[in-house]
Structure formats: C-alpha cells, structure tokens
C-alpha cells in the first residue's frame, strides 16, 4: 500500500523506535544488524529516483499525453449525441472503445497507460474505426496523441531504463528485505510486550502509532483515487 518514500520514511521510524529503546536487547542487536543494509539501500534508491532530472522529465510529458488523450476522449463523446445519425453513430462506436479499454486510463502508472494507450491507437487505426475518426474529423487529435505518445515511450526508454534497471530492482529487493526483518523484529516486540511489558509495551505502542499514520494515509489515497475515476465514469455515462 505504500509508496517506496512511505515504506522508506516509515520503516526509518520504526528502527530508530526500536534503536532507541531497545538496543540492549539481545536479539533486537542482532536482528538491527541484518535490517540496516536494506535499510541504508533503499535510503540511495530513494533518494536517486527522487532526485533525479528524469523524474521531471517523465512528469511533463505524461501530463501532455494525458491532455491529449482526454482532449480526443472528449471530442468522440460529444459527436455521440451530434444531430447528425451518420456522425452520432461513429461517436458512438468510437465512445465505446474508449469505455471498453478504461474511460480514466491516464489515472494509470506509466507501464499500465503506456499499454491502454498502444491498445486505444491500434483499435482506432483499424479500417472500420479509421472510418469513424476521419468523419468526425479526429484524425488530428489522435495524430498528436500518438506523437506524444510516441515522444513519451522515446523519453522513458532513453532516460529511465538504464536506471530503471539499477535503481528499480534495488528498491525492491530492499523492501523484501526490510519487511522480512521488520515483521520478525515485530512480532518478537509484542510477544515480549505480553510476557514483560515495560519497554517493550512502549515501543510496541509507539510502533503502532507509526503503522496507523501511514495506513491511514495509504488508505486516504486509495479513497481517492476510486473517488476520482468513479466521478470520471459518472461523468462520462451522463
């Protein structure tokens, strides 16, 4: 549910809770030993994908493809309801492909959108629906579309794939890590905190703190993100 900054900045917490308060403990020395490598890897990983030029880069051009697809999205609905029936009937059929394939598919990550977006020009360069785009004169619209469609693909493959595949990886691979450690280190906290207490009740109630933060927010975001594509659906049903 979190995001790689999240898990980065949450699990941060957590060991410095955990170094704080229990750093005598016997297990929890050793068990620190084997979460400050991943730890101390994802906080690189991190820290290069954040800051890093490309980042930027890929933004910008995801929002101009992104405008272009609803600008074209948008121009098909509104020839749905055109008092013409010849024209209707093509914004129809051409509204359809856009429901059929993900009415809100610029709300995608890069990778997923990427794939929506091939599979939207391929339908709409077929010789049926072809024939719908040139008589409701959209040729031009998914022209750009596929340009900065094209342009987008160029940018990431060209920037971001030589340190997709050094950075990406590592950022995985840590997060396995850090859970595998995090969860033994935890679950060891509340079976002391059942059988002790004392310290190990205050970190494990200060842990907790830490996870509910950042479950919550998690949670927020997936609220609205499901809010934002079905008002998007809503809309475009209307």
């Not at 074209?72 to 013409?84: G, I, N, P, Q, V």
């Not at 022209?143 to 995985?172: C, G």
Request: glycine share 4%; with cysteine.
């Amino acid at each position: 549910m979190l995001t790689s900054n999240e898990a980065h900045t949450s699990a941060s917490r957590i060991y410095k809770i955990i170094d704080d308060i229990l750093s005598d403990d016997p297990f929890i020395k050793k068990a620190a030993k084997l979460l400050e490598p991943p730890l101390n890897d994802l906080t690189v990983a991190v820290g290069r994908t954040t800051d890093s030029s490309y980042v930027k880069l890929l933004e910008d051009m995801d929002s101009v493809r992104d405008t272009r697809y609803i600008g074209l999205r948008d121009y098909c609905k509104a020839f749905a309801s055109d008092e013409d029936p010849e024209l209707a009937a093509a914004g129809k059929s051409l509204v359809a492909i856009f429901k059929e394939l993900g009415w809100t598919m610029y709300l995608e990550g890069y990778a997923a959108e990427s794939s929506l977006l091939q599979a939207l020009i391929g339908r709409l360069e077929k010789p049926i629906e072809s024939t719908y785009v040139t008589a409701i004169g959209a040729t031009a619209r998914l022209n750009s579309l596929k340009a900065a469609q094209s342009d987008f693909e160029s940018s990431f493959k060209n920037k971001v794939d030589a340190k997709t595949k050094e950075v990406y990886p590592k950022i995985r691979s840590s997060r396995r890590s850090i859970a595998r450690y995090l969860s033994g280190m935890l679950n060891y906290i509340d079976m002391m905190a059942e059988i002790d207490g004392g310290v190990f009740n205050i970190a494990a109630s200060k842990i907790d703190a830490v996870i509910t933060e950042f479950e919550t927010m998690a949670k927020a975001r997936q609220t609205r993100k499901e809010s934002e594509k079905k008002k998007t659906t809503e809309s475009s049903a209307k």
